[in-house]
Each structure stands twice: as C-alpha cells, then as structure tokens.
C-alpha cells in the first residue's frame, strides 16, 4: 500500500518570503498522481496543484510550484511570495490509477505566516 | 457548477443514535469518496464508488458505518448506533475518470456526546 509522509508539522515564514513544504511518498507504480492541497480554517479542500508522474517538468501555479524528483519519491511545494491568505493546512496526497483512483493523503504541515 | 454538495453542514447527537450524512456529487462526476478526518488520525479513505458501485470499502471502521449511492446524484453514509470516537469531520469527494481532479464538499462536522 502506497504511504505518503510528510515530516513537517508546522512551518512558518515571514509575509513575502519562500517556505517549502516536504514530502516523501512510497510506492512501487509507475503511473501515478501527486497533488498539494490546502485546508483553511474554513476546512474546504482546495486543490492547489496536481503533478503527473510521467511528465518530467515542475507543475507550477502562480506563487506554488513543485519539486517532483521521482526516483527520490519526493515532491516538495515551494509557496513563494507568501501572504497572509496562504496560512493553512497543506496536505501532500498520492493517488493511483491502477487502485481505481484511490487518493491517500499524508499527515499535513500547518504554515503560519508572520505580517 | 454548485460543487459537491453536503448536508448537514453540523450534526450534535448522542451516542447510539442513528446518523445519516448526505452527499450530492457534481453533476457528471462517476466516482465519489467518502473521507474522515480527525486530528489523530488525519484523513482516512472510508469507501469510494464508481459509477454508483461500490470499488474498495476497506476502510469503513466496523459494521456500524455503511454507505449508499443509489444513483449518480446522490450518497449517504450511515452510522448507527453512533459512538463519541466517530466524532469527526467528514468529506465527501467526486471525480470524473479518467480526469484526476478531485473536488471535496465543506464537510460535516459529527459531534457525538
């Protein structure tokens, strides 16, 4: 069964700075998806990035993008520019086609951003 | 799109209560997830369905969660007789396959006392 880790409870970061969120995930497939999402106070999941692992290219999104390094089973979300909007909950999420698109999610890191 | 759809936002009950949380999934999606969060536990997968069939329930806790998806539009998961550690909130999650996309509800947050 696939595990995703993430080894970071908290982070914080100055407004307008970078922070970078780690993850680790183990699996034995090929074809896969790794996602970012975040959970607000308001407890919403929203989507914050997807990264398919057949495409050797960062996925970016404005101020949040990855860095997807496969053999290393890792993809780290840098949040550049930070505002105070991005404090929340980020959870790193795994999921695999060939388990009918079961999504598995890691643990989560909390990031606070100082003004 | 109104999103996927949950209700009730907030349920308080008490323990050996029977409680039923619904779920309207975004018109067209095929599959839809169910999912528990808790602080110890995190996000957890309880049973997933495509195309109104049920694929892996392997982590529905015990025979007192059970879970419906009577057709496309709509899912209920019930749980009955309720116990204070299901407290939780839970979420439901749709897809179209073969797009990856998942878009959750707001959840519903179970007291149970």
């Known amino acids: ?78 949040i550049s520019d930070s505002q105070l909007g991005d404090a929340a909950m980020y959870f790193c999420a795994y999921r695999s086609p060939a388990a009918g698109n079961k999504l598995t999610f890691g643990g989560g890191t909390r990031v606070l951003v100082k003004p | 799109d109104a999103g996927v759809i949950q209700s009730p936002r907030h349920e308080v009950t008490e323990m050996g209560q029977e409680v039923t949380l619904r779920c309207k999934p975004i018109s067209g999606h095929n599959s839809l997830f169910w999912y528990r ?57 749709s897809s179209f396959s073969p797009d990856t996309k998942l878009f959750f509800g707001s959840g519903t947050q179970l007291s149970v006392l």
């Open chain 2, 37 to 93: 969060q808790t602080m110890m536990r995190g996000l957890e997968l309880l049973i997933y369905f495509n195309n109104n069939v049920p694929i892996d329930d392997s982590g529905m806790p015990e025979d007192r969660f059970s879970a419906k998806m009577p057709n496309a539009s709509f899912s209920t998961l019930k749980i009955q007789p309720s116990e204070p550690r299901d407290s939780a909130v839970y979420f439901c999650a």
């Open chain 1, 1 to 78: 069964a696939q595990t995703v880790t993430q080894s970071q409870p908290e982070m914080s970061v100055q407004e307008a700075e970078t922070v970078t969120l780690s993850c680790t995930y183990d699996t034995s497939e090929s074809d896969y998806y790794l996602f970012w999402y975040k959970q607000p106070p308001s407890r919403q999941m929203i989507l914050v990035i997807r990264q398919e692992a057949y495409k050797q290219q960062n996925a970016t999104e404005n101020r949040f993008s990855v860095n997807f390094q496969k053999a290393a089973k890792s993809f780290s979300l840098k």
